[in-house]
T-cell receptor
């Protein structure tokens, strides 16, 4: 049972480059999330999705885009990388089919460590 | 807006010592509360949760009680082990199960 899988695990980008962080889950969860974790800080929500074709902004969406064409996949796109986007990125999913306030625990991937130089 | 405040770390303890990590929250409505743990190089794992006032979450010897009157959810363990060394995050969730995290508290347990 793979759970939530993120690729790549590490990446170094130059300023202005673009890249896509991949996230896939095999638990048939309807909700998916992207967070970033800066040193000494908690995680902050970038974008989330409540189902295929539906996405919405979180607390820190600027500089990122997402799509959700299938239940399993939720890629995060950086179009013009900036040093402020150096961080560890975590994808998560949860099963909320019983309702938006069911508060089921989120399952996290192992993260992608991204450095922008 | 909603927020979570945790005690700053690092917290350094000897094996078998008692652990308390303080967590307080500010929220509208009635959020669920969580403790997640992050081991080095890994993602976050759910440690325990509580969904309403006076609920006690427990797992692996860790406990936390949802205190609405003091807006707190302090994490406790009676006897820590070296294997408990990790970063602990307090979090609350609201609509669409979006999580709001505290800054995290690093725990180091020495033999």
């Amino acid at each position: 049972n793979a759970g939530v899988t993120q690729t790549p695990k590490f990446r170094i980008l130059k300023i202005g480059q673009s890249m896509t962080l991949q996230c896939t889950q095999d638990m048939n969860h309807n909700y998916m999330y992207w967070y970033r974790q800066d040193p000494g800080m908690g995680l902050k929500l970038i974008y989330y999705s409540v189902g295929a074709g539906i996405t919405d902004k979180g607390e820190v969406p600027n500089g990122y885009n997402v799509s959700r064409s299938t239940t399993e996949d939720f890629p995060l796109r950086l179009e013009l990388a900036a040093p402020s986007q150096t961080s560890v990125y975590f994808c998560a999913s949860s099963d909320n089919r019983v309702g938006t306030y069911s508060n089921q625990p989120q399952h996290f991937g192992d993260g992608t460590r991204l450095s922008i130089l | 807006g909603d927020s979570v405040t945790q005690m700053e770390g690092p917290v350094t303890l000897s094996e078998e010592a008692f652990l308390t990590i303080n967590c307080t929250y500010t929220a509208t409505g009635y959020p669920s509360l969580f403790w997640y743990v992050q081991y080095p190089g890994e993602g976050l794992q759910l440690l325990l949760k509580a969904t309403k006032a006076d609920d006690k979450g427990s797992n692996k010897g860790f406990e936390a009680t949802y205190r609405k009157e003091t807006t707190s959810f302090h994490l406790e363990k009676g006897s820590v082990q070296v294997s408990d060394s990790a970063v602990y995050f307090c979090a609350l969730s609201g609509g669409y199960n979006k999580l709001i995290f505290g800054a995290g508290t690093r725990l180091a347990v020495h033999p």
